[in-house]
């Protein structure tokens, strides 16, 4: 226990399984339990202290991400419940965010690179984006093998964050990440009841034949109809 009174607790001495038992019973079972496991979080345990160690593996897994010619163009700021990073993070959120991120044990926002300036040259632009958006899913990955879980969001004031944090013109702050580890089951108790009712909805998807598609657009896969 920390002189703050919060909990610390580390990447060792986390349980990779735990999530509520419904997110994985809902999922295939031909896919990988880090995959099968994930849940988009709204409730965190606000006694877990995310350790540097943890921290830094997370983030690793972004490093080594694929790009489009190993560009590269992504980059986060990263904010530790308690810091002023954090709390900067916390004003910028909408008001429905504010309720369930802080409690997170750190908010991460995303950015990517979309031009090139004197010092930072960019030759696969049109892929930043894309790019991104696989760091973020290896983050995803990684931090769900260390048992904790991330949910993105984009209900921030984007504008005001790149100010607040002096994100030069090339970059484009393009999402926001809460990480931490899931609360307890009934630690929802003090929270608004439509957001209790939101954090317990059943995850769907749309089937396969709805997007794989062979021979030409709209046709379902065959090998999917067979």
Not at 16 to 23: F, I, Q, S, V, W
Not at 76 to 98: C, K, P, W, Y
Not at 116 to 126: F, L
Request: aromatic letters at 8%; zero cysteines; proline letters at 6%.
């Amino acid at each position: 226990m920390r002189e703050d009174g919060e909990r610390d607790v580390s990447d060792e001495t986390v349980t990779p399984g735990r999530h509520t038992a419904t997110a994985s019973s809902a999922q295939p079972d031909v896919l990988t339990p880090l995959l099968r496991e994930r849940e988009s979080v709204m409730i965190y345990d606000r006694t877990h202290v995310l350790s540097t160690p943890a921290l830094r593996a997370i983030l690793e897994a972004a490093r080594w991400a694929p790009s489009a010619g190993n560009s590269q163009p992504w980059g986060f700021i990263v904010g530790l419940r308690g810091d002023e990073t954090h709390a900067a993070m916390v004003e910028v959120l909408s008001s429905a965010n504010q309720v369930w991120a802080p409690a997170a044990s750190a908010i991460i926002l995303t950015l990517h690179q979309v031009a090139t300036d004197e010092d930072h040259e960019i030759a696969y632009s049109d892929y930043a984006m894309f790019d991104l958006g696989q760091a973020v899913a290896h983050i995803t990955v990684q931090a769900r093998s260390m048992g904790l879980q991330v949910r993105q969001f984009g209900g921030f004031d984007h504008r005001a964050a790149a100010e607040r944090f002096d994100v030069p013109p090339h970059w484009a702050v393009t999402t926001g990440i809460a990480l931490g580890l899931p609360a307890e089951a009934g630690a929802d108790d003090a929270l608004p009841e439509w957001l209790r009712a939101r954090s317990r909805l059943p995850r769907s998807r749309l089937p396969l034949e709805a997007f794989v598609h062979s021979g030409k657009f709209g046709h379902a896969a065959d090998f999917l109809t067979d």
